[in-house]
């Protein structure tokens, strides 16, 4: 079946240092792909997401690029901040419009 | 704009109780909707959905049950609550063919 892996957290940064987090999936067809973000206490918030191979979804200046040939979705950001902190997740929406979510990263940026 | 309204926010049941857990969704028409739980520092687990008025799709068997009375009204119920019903209850809205909007999330303990 359609499922979502990302990589195991928690991850803790200093400030101003590169971001990853992993995201690959199983699905047939075309999926969409998006990441969400959760702050404490609060529901999920779309961060980005791309509909279809090779689109680039960007956003907050955080940017994640669809690919195919290596089934990823991986989440970038060139500089973080403490204001950053939080659960990230990975998901997809496949043909039939079910949903897939990541277990989710924890990301703790210190000053 | 669409918003997604959930409450209460916060809720604390003795074991046995009932439970009523609320969800409206303003400025869109005919949504798929979906209930999810959060159990503490995991990832989501859906719950129900629906595409339509009185269509629900039960994906966990459990004590849970939902109802879609309304269009745009989803409510999350239980006739007595276990101790492991405690949790982070997130409800979604979803246009058709396209991503999920989550709503602020109800907090619920079963002490």
């Known amino acids: 079946g359609d499922s979502v892996t990302q990589m195991e957290g928690p991850v803790t940064l200093s400030e101003e240092a590169f971001l990853t987090i992993n995201c690959t999936y199983t699905a047939t067809g075309y999926p969409s792909l998006f990441w969400y973000v959760q702050y404490p206490g609060e529901g999920l918030q779309l961060l980005l997401k791309?509909?279809?191979?090779?689109d680039k979804g960007s956003n907050k200046g955080f940017e994640a690029t669809y690919r195919k040939e290596t089934t990823s979705f991986h989440l970038e950001k060139g500089s973080v901040q403490v204001s950053d902190s939080a659960v990230y997740f990975c998901?997809?929406?496949?043909?039939?419009?079910?949903?897939?979510f990541g277990t989710g990263t924890s990301l703790t940026v210190i000053p | 704009s669409q918003t997604i309204h959930q409450w209460p926010a916060t809720l604390v049941q003795p074991v046995g109780s009932p439970l009523s857990l609320e969800c409206t969704v303003e400025?869109?028409?005919?949504?798929?909707l979906y209930w999810y739980r959060q159990a503490a520092g995991r990832g989501l687990q859906l719950l129900f959905y629906?595409?339509?008025?009185?269509?629900i799709s039960s994906e966990v068997p459990q004590n849970l049950s939902a109802s879609r009375p309304q269009d745009r009204q989803f409510i999350l119920s239980s006739k007595k609550l276990l101790l492991s019903d405690s949790g982070f209850y997130l409800c979604?809205?979803?246009?058709?063919?396209?991503?999920?909007?989550f709503g602020p999330g109800t907090r619920l303990t079963v002490t």
């Open positions: 979604a809205w979803s246009p058709h063919s396209r991503e999920q909007y």
């Open positions: 998901a997809l929406r496949n043909t039939g419009n079910q949903f897939y």
């Open positions: 629906s595409v339509g008025i009185g269509q």
């Open positions: 791309a509909t279809k191979a090779d």
């Open positions: 400025g869109t028409s005919n949504p798929n």
